[in-house]
């Protein structure tokens, strides 16, 4: 069954430093797999997307991620922390059914962004 | 493009009340999923509609919970006789046929007392 593992259950970063955020997934097929963010109280916004085109994905606000199959890894990355940054992300990956996809999410990782 | 919106975005309840919720999908978007968020974890899948067909249910989706969506538009969510476990955040998000991006909606956060 497509799973997905995020490392590190929070992260603490200083403005201006690197963001690199942990994720590593299971699947028997080549997977879809989704970056979201979720500022407090508030729902998930997407981030980027990986849908067997590129390996290295650009998103939103400056993050990127790469997709590795020989280390099932889909790591989320941006070059410099910004205070707007704080908030959880998620890891997911996409499993088939019924014609649809449902996503499967990690447990969340919590970014916190020193000043 | 107004987004997937949800009402209301906080219920507080008393255990043993019923509860519903509504989904406002985005207006093309004939897909539409339920997904439950507990404190410190991610979302959960609990349901699936293409067009107005639930197609998949959870198991997490017990006989106390119905989910509609009539005409293929807006969706409810219903919990009966509510329990302190149904404590939770309960998304909604929705997407075009394919592959596609879900997009997902504020939430409503349920608190049973």
């Known amino acids: 069954a497509q799973s997905v593992t995020q490392l590190g259950s929070h992260v603490s970063v200083s403005e201006g430093a690197l963001v690199l955020l942990r994720c590593n997934y299971s699947?028997?097929?080549?997977?879809?797999l989704f970056w979201y963010v979720q500022y407090p109280n508030q729902g998930l916004q997407l981030l980027l997307k990986?849908?067997?085109?590129?390996?290295l994905v650009k998103g939103i606000n400056g993050f990127e991620a790469e997709f590795k199959k020989s280390e099932t890894s889909f790591h989320l990355t941006k070059p410099s922390a910004h205070m707007s940054d704080a908030a959880e992300y998620f890891c997911?990956?996409?499993?088939?059914?019924?014609?649809?996809?449902?996503?499967?999410f990690g447990q969340g990782t919590r970014l916190t962004i020193n000043p | 493009d107004t987004g997937v919106s949800q009402d209301p975005r906080h219920k507080i309840t008393k255990r043993g009340q019923n509860v519903t919720f509504r989904c406002d999908p985005i207006?093309?978007?004939?897909?539409l999923y339920w997904y439950r968020q507990t404190l410190g974890q991610g979302p959960e899948f609990l349901t699936y509609?293409?067009?107005?067909?639930?197609?998949?249910k959870s198991r997490l989706l017990s006989d106390r919970f119905s989910a509609e969506r009539p005409k293929g538009s807006f969706s409810t969510l219903e919990i009966q006789r509510t329990e302190q476990g149904d404590s939770a955040m309960y998304l909604c998000?929705?997407?075009?046929?394919?592959?596609?991006?879900?997009?997902f909606g504020p939430g409503t956060r349920l608190t049973v007392l």
């Open positions: 207006s093309e978007h004939n897909r």
């Open positions: 509609f293409q067009n107005e067909a639930q197609l998949e």
């Open positions: 990986y849908t067997s085109a590129a390996t």
């Open positions: 997911a990956v996409s499993v088939s059914f019924q014609g649809a996809q449902k996503l499967v």
């Open positions: 998000a929705s997407s075009l046929t394919g592959p596609d991006t879900q997009y």
């Open positions: 699947s028997s097929v080549p997977p879809y």
